[in-house]
């Protein structure tokens, strides 16, 4: 049996689309919670933020762990806190700042430790932390924004390093 010349033409255009469709999705999210193996210097890790608005990014170098955060959808009038959380709270937390161990790339910094997004409510931060912060955890640690007044905004996926 042969098949004309016009539904032979649709078969093909629908499986190229198919294919181009499949072909073209979005790459999956990093996973929500897992543990990051540092296996090189200058490895990189992403984490997603709970509410989709950003990521936080864990570059290992050496003998330092260097920790990026960028967040949208910030309020522009507000100032944030970015701090490092154990899961289980056993942690006081590590907030980021002075101005000495941060590299700003979008917002600024207004006193030791409040972050104000630009006018579009985006921030990009960085801060090297040295890796016994993070070999040295028994429990999974997270990313957290908090507004000035302590209102929890976001946080990103859990992770434990192992080296």
């Known amino acids: 049996m042969r098949l004309p010349y016009k539904m032979t033409r649709r078969l ?3 499986a190229v689309c198919v294919t181009a469709a499949g072909g073209c999705a979005n790459p999956e999210p990093p996973p929500k919670m897992g543990i990051l193996t540092v296996k090189k210097s200058q490895e990189m890790q992403e984490l997603a933020f709970d509410n989709g608005n950003g990521r936080a990014v864990v570059i290992f170098e050496g003998p ?8 949208s959808g910030l309020n522009p009038k507000e100032k944030y806190t970015i701090s490092l959380w154990a ?4 942690s006081p937390g590590v907030m980021w700042g002075p101005e000495e161990n941060v590299k700003i790339r979008v917002g600024s910094l207004e006193g030791d430790t409040l972050f104000k997004p630009n006018s579009e409510g985006e921030l990009y931060v960085s801060m090297l ?3 016994r912060m993070f070999t040295g955890a028994k429990e999974k640690l997270h990313f957290e924004i908090k507004s000035e007044d302590k209102r929890f905004v976001t946080k990103s996926a859990s992770f434990l390093l192992q080296k």
Request: glycine content about 12%.
């Open 64 to 71: 330092g762990v260097d920790c990026i955060v960028y967040a």
């Open 129 to 131: 932390n040295p890796i």
């Open 87 to 90: 899961d289980d709270g056993s």
């Open 12 to 14: 093909i255009l629908a």
